[in-house]
């Protein structure tokens, strides 16, 4: 009986030590795992359904006579040759392709947490919407866009304000008139005289000489 | 009385471990915080974004419509109104609000199709192509100049002045041939219709008979 309890007790203890290396095991793992994650430097803020519902309910743009606000820091996207040829005035150059390193961060999120709002401008719009989307789904928000076109005219900077996505000409319109336009040509216009008639020369074929008598 | 000891340990040790266990399911109640972190990496959308591969030039989707390359399909980001006016032949309206509808994913997330995005200029296409890029959606492509351009270069070309290349010549040639494609009409395009009905019936022949060479007579043979 004694013996019997005893081996059962073995067994008992036996099988708890096994439980207890898995375990052990099991957490070691778990440690491992969470000591060498690493967390990605940038990080979603919004996923694209909430960036793009939250788009379409706010205005993008800022104007022209609005930039000399205190609250605006404006951003030129451009590559660092174009902003040293001329860029506006007070603007700092983060080229769109270096918005995500480290130092450039910091800046943006100095100027969101001291409330600042980060105007972004490229050779045209399409130009900074680029930089803009990309941050804007890091979370900052306080972004806009000023949508300009900037040329040079020998060396000096010209900004030229332009409307984004404007309906410039209408096509249908322009289809249909030029449809008009041609068919009230046509009728107007005299019926061209017809192309004088083609001369036809036609070569006889020289008729086979009949055989010549021969012996 | 060794069995109670026992079952006590091993009663102390389950606790800890399933205290351990808790702990560790607590950290889940953080991940949602990585849920948002949707697709592709912000490094490499930023790279795909910079890069101006995505465009397309109006010449070039005009040539594809006009050989009816069939792996195209023209996505129009605008609002209703603005396709119901003008919109590109066959394209689909997806409006930029509507872009992530439920709807709509299974004609932007495929790989059967060249989308093309387009919009007034690439503004809002740029905007759809850089959230179904973050998605990872394949084969997108975005009209460089949007509508704008399409009128200004395909359905009314500049005719290049006298001192300009050949190539300009030839891009003009190109463009309008593919804006009548599209629907515009030119007068002297009329002129050319109408050229065949008045043609006259039948034109008199003249006929140059050319003399025959009086035939040399046979000349003695043997």
Same mark, same amino acid.
């Given at each position: 009986?004694?013996?019997?309890?005893?081996?059962?007790?073995?067994?008992?203890?036996?099988?708890?030590?096994?439980? #207890?290396?898995?375990? !052990?095991?099991?957490?070691?793992?778990?440690?491992?795992?969470? *000591?060498?994650?690493?967390?990605?430097?940038?990080?979603?803020?919004?996923?694209?359904?909430?960036?793009?519902?939250?788009?379409?309910?706010?205005?993008?743009?800022? #104007?022209? !006579?609005? @930039?000399?606000?205190?609250?605006?820091? *404006?951003?030129?996207?451009?590559?660092?040759?174009?902003?040293?040829?001329?860029?506006?005035?007070?603007?700092?150059?983060?080229?769109?392709?270096?918005?995500?390193?480290?130092?450039?961060?910091?800046?943006?999120?100095?100027?969101?947490? !001291?409330?600042?709002?980060?105007?972004?401008?490229?050779?045209?719009?399409?130009?900074?919407?680029?930089?803009?989307?990309?941050?804007?789904?890091?979370?900052?928000?306080?972004?806009?866009?000023?949508?300009?076109?900037?040329?040079?005219?020998?060396?000096? *900077?010209?900004?030229?304000?332009?409307?984004?996505?404007?309906?410039?000409?209408? @096509?249908? !319109?322009?289809?249909?008139?030029?449809?008009?336009?041609?068919?009230?040509?046509?009728?107007?216009?005299?019926?061209?005289?017809?192309?004088?008639?083609?001369?036809?020369?036609?070569?006889?074929?020289?008729?086979?000489?009949?055989?010549?008598?021969?012996? | 009385?060794?069995?109670? =000891?026992?079952?006590?340990?091993?009663?102390?040790?389950?606790?800890?471990?399933?205290?351990?266990?808790?702990?560790?399911?607590?950290?889940?109640?953080?991940?949602?915080?990585? =849920?948002?972190?949707?697709?592709?990496?912000?490094?490499?959308?930023?790279?795909?974004?910079?890069?101006?591969?995505?465009?397309?030039?109006?010449?070039?989707?005009?040539?594809?419509?006009?050989?009816?390359?069939?792996?195209?399909?023209?996505?129009?980001?605008?609002?209703?109104?603005?396709?119901? &006016?003008?919109?590109?032949?066959?394209?689909? &309206?997806?409006? %930029?609000?509507?872009?992530?509808?439920?709807?709509?994913?299974?004609? %932007?997330?495929?790989?059967?199709?060249? %989308?093309?995005?387009?919009?007034?200029?690439?503004?809002?296409?740029?905007?759809?192509?850089?959230?179904?890029?973050?998605?990872?959606?394949?084969?997108?492509?975005?009209?460089?100049?949007?509508?704008?351009?399409?009128?200004?270069?395909?359905?009314?070309?500049?005719?290049?002045?006298? &001192?300009?290349?050949?190539?300009?010549?030839?891009?003009?040639?190109?463009?309008?041939?593919?804006?009548?494609?599209?629907?515009?009409?030119?007068?002297?395009?009329?002129?050319?219709?109408?050229?065949?009905?008045? =043609?006259?019936?039948?034109?008199?022949?003249?006929?140059?008979?050319?003399?025959?060479?009086?035939?040399?007579?046979?000349?003695?043979?043997?």
């Amino acid at each position: 009986m004694d013996a019997n309890y005893k081996n059962l007790h073995m067994k008992e203890l036996e099988k708890t030590k096994r439980i #207890s290396i898995a375990v !052990t095991l099991f957490i070691l793992v778990v440690l491992i795992g969470v *000591l060498s994650f690493k967390r990605p430097k940038n990080l979603y803020y919004f996923n694209t359904t909430e960036t793009l519902q939250q788009l379409a309910s706010e205005d993008l743009f800022v #104007s022209l !006579t609005d @930039i000399n606000n205190t609250d605006y820091v *404006l951003v030129d996207v451009r590559k660092s040759y174009d902003f040293d040829r001329g860029h506006l005035e007070n603007a700092v150059n983060i080229s769109s392709s270096d918005i995500l390193e480290e130092n450039n961060i910091n800046v943006f999120t100095e100027l969101q947490n !001291t409330n600042k709002t980060v105007v972004l401008y490229g050779k045209n719009p399409e130009e900074a919407i680029a930089p803009f989307m990309i941050l804007y789904q890091l979370g900052y928000t306080n972004l806009k866009v000023l949508p300009v076109e900037n040329s040079y005219n020998q060396n000096s *900077l010209e900004t030229k304000l332009v409307e984004v996505e404007k309906y410039d000409n209408d @096509i249908k !319109t322009f289809i249909a008139e030029s449809v008009k336009k041609a068919t009230e040509l046509s009728v107007q216009k005299v019926i061209p005289p017809p192309p004088p008639p083609r001369k036809v020369i036609t070569v006889e074929k020289k008729k086979k000489a009949p055989a010549e008598g021969g012996c | 009385m060794v069995k109670k =000891k026992v079952a006590k340990v091993l009663a102390f040790r389950y606790k800890i471990l399933a205290l351990i266990f808790i702990i560790l399911a607590g950290g889940l109640v953080l991940l949602p915080k990585y =849920k948002k972190h949707e697709g592709i990496k912000p490094e490499t959308l930023l790279s795909n974004v910079i890069n101006p591969e995505r465009y397309i030039s109006t010449d070039n989707l005009a040539h594809k419509i006009i050989s009816k390359d069939p792996s195209i399909l023209l996505i129009d980001v605008r609002d209703e109104k603005s396709y119901a &006016n003008y919109t590109i032949p066959n394209a689909l &309206n997806i409006p %930029l609000n509507k872009l992530l509808d439920e709807e709509n994913e299974m004609y %932007l997330d495929q790989d059967q199709y060249d %989308l093309v995005f387009f919009s007034n200029d690439n503004f809002s296409a740029d905007q759809a192509w850089i959230l179904c890029n973050r998605l990872d959606y394949t084969n997108i492509k975005v009209l460089k100049g949007g509508i704008n351009e399409w009128f200004s270069t395909i359905i009314n070309p500049a005719i290049p002045s006298e &001192n300009m290349a050949a190539l300009e010549f030839e891009l003009y040639n190109f463009r309008k041939s593919a804006s009548m494609y599209f629907g515009v009409m030119y007068p002297e395009q009329i002129k050319v219709a109408k050229k065949p009905e008045a =043609k006259p019936v039948a034109a008199p022949k003249k006929v140059i008979t050319i003399e025959k060479k009086k035939k040399a007579p046979a000349e003695g043979g043997c």
